[in-house]
């Protein structure tokens, strides 16, 4: 139903430009072992994943959608808030979604096919959904959630044409700035991107010099890990836990088996990706991995043996499934930095296993960071009261575990831990 260029026209693209640069550096087809740059992936120097320039507005008969987002902040609250301020927006709520379901349908074909713009759309539209959605009164939310047309067929037609999934994602938010906690990390990964491409760049890695560089470069490594461990320890001076797990969070939940998300006017039979925006999706802390060879999968034979819950975690394939998530150059990105299997290169050099291994022991010192954060921000909260403005919450035991549950349905405390032990498992002996 995709009227745009597909995803499979923009790869296209994608390697066309990558072929087009590799021959002007080169004159002929370079071998897998050359020039590894990021600008190939729409990965900017300074900005790392972020967009180079903020996108803008939504033109003509699609200031539309800019202007009903722009009200949305203001009259709308969750669905399940019971305080007196939501009460009170509770007739305005209702009539915006009342305008949206009386929307004209607009033709996506008008937007154009730039990515910027595209990438706008998916924005715009993709917050409209989750306003939508998460507003319904309960009532009108228990087994299914119906997505109507005006909203359902453009955002499934933006999303296909760029290859995202017709949800919120990280990339999403954090073009926004919105959630300023994983910018400021996504940021502090420009630096991390610059230490990957110094060292895939190097000509010899195994000479005297060689050796002196890559140990150089994997210390910055670390001190930048470190960094990024200590924005995550920082989370409770800028953000109120219970804030954060009540009022926020749920904004961002993607379609619950319990009430399915249906899209009006688009074929039931169409398979979607409908997690919901999760750090998980950080197209920084994924490189990171690929980087390093962390292998969350568990396909390496590696020490020591994975638990049974880590095998469970691994099973449920996570972090793979986050990466649907992200931009699709982002993807091709990972790929290609997994290619060089940087580990491979230090396990063959006994001076080299040390500054390697000392990355990886800040990676596991971070996601054990992360666990401490995911207990306070999460699962202490599921049992906590919620803010008294909210009124009284459901506190069935149902509910309660179904609360401490991460994106994508997983138990979080498992989820973190799977994580950190695969990660410790990449360590050179
Ligand atoms: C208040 C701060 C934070 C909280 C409460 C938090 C919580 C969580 C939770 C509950 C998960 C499980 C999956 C999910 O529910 O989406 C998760 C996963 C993840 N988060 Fe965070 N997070 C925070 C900050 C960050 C930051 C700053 C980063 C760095 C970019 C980050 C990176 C990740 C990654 C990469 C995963 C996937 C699992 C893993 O790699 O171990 N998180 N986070």
Not at 92 to 111: F, H
Not at 263 to 290: I, K, N, R, W, Y
Not at 385 to 404: H, I, L, N
Request: with cysteine.
């Amino acid at each position: 139903m995709s009227i745009l260029p597909s995803p499979v026209h923009m790869m296209g693209r994608l390697f066309d430009g990558m072929e087009t640069y590799r021959k002007s550096r080169s004159g002929a087809p370079p071998s897998s072992t050359q020039v590894f740059t990021g600008r190939l992936f729409d990965v900017d120097p300074e900005m790392g994943f972020f967009p180079s320039q903020p996108y803008r507005r939504l033109p003509g008969e699609f200031e539309l959608w800019e202007h009903e987002l722009e009200n949305a902040r203001s009259v709308l609250k969750l669905g399940e808030d019971r305080g007196s301020d939501a009460f009170s927006k509770c007739a305005k709520g209702e009539e915006w979604r009342q305008r949206l379901r009386s929307w004209p349908l607009l033709d996506v074909r008008n937007l154009g096919n730039g990515i910027r713009v595209l990438r706008r759309a998916h924005y715009v539209l993709t917050c409209l959904l989750h306003f939508y959605v998460h507003s319904l009164p309960p009532y009108q939310a228990k087994d299914r959630v119906v997505i109507p047309k005006p909203l359902s067929i453009p955002l499934v037609q933006v999303s296909q044409t760029i290859d995202l999934p017709p949800v919120l994602t990280f990339a999403d938010i954090t073009e926004e700035n919105f959630y300023l906690l994983s910018a400021a990390a996504e940021l502090k990964g420009v630096e991390m991107l610059r230490v990957f491409e110094k060292i895939l760049n190097m000509p010899y890695c195994t000479d005297r010099v060689g050796i002196a560089t890559l140990t150089r470069e994997f210390e910055k490594l670390v001190r930048i890990i470190d960094e990024l461990a200590a924005i995550l320890k920082n989370a409770s001076k800028t953000v109120d836990p219970n804030i954060f797990y009540w009022m926020a969070r749920p904004w961002w939940n993607g379609s619950d088996a319990a009430a399915p998300w249906v899209f009006e006017g688009v074929p039931s039979d169409t398979p979607f990706d409908l997690g919901g925006a999760s750090a998980g999706q950080s197209s920084v802390m994924h490189a990171l991995d690929a980087f390093l060879d962390i292998d969350h999968a568990l396909n390496q034979a590696r020490q020591p043996a994975p638990s049974a819950e880590n095998r469970e975690t691994a099973a449920a394939g996570f972090m793979e499934k986050m990466r649907r998530y992200m931009p699709v150059e982002h993807r091709a990105y990972l790929v290609q930095l997994q290619k060089r299997n940087i580990r491979d290169t230090m396990a063959r050099h006994s001076e080299l296993k040390g500054p390697y291994n000392a990355a990886v022991e800040a990676l596991k010192a971070f996601r054990s960071a992360h666990i401490r954060t995911g207990t306070l921000f999460v699962i202490s909260q599921a049992n906590s009261s919620r803010p008294e403005c909210m009124g009284t919450p459901d506190f069935s035991a149902q509910a309660k575990a179904d609360r401490s549950r991460g994106t994508g349905g997983n138990p979080v405390a498992t989820l973190l831990k799977g994580g950190r032990d695969a990660t410790a498992r990449a360590i050179l002996n």
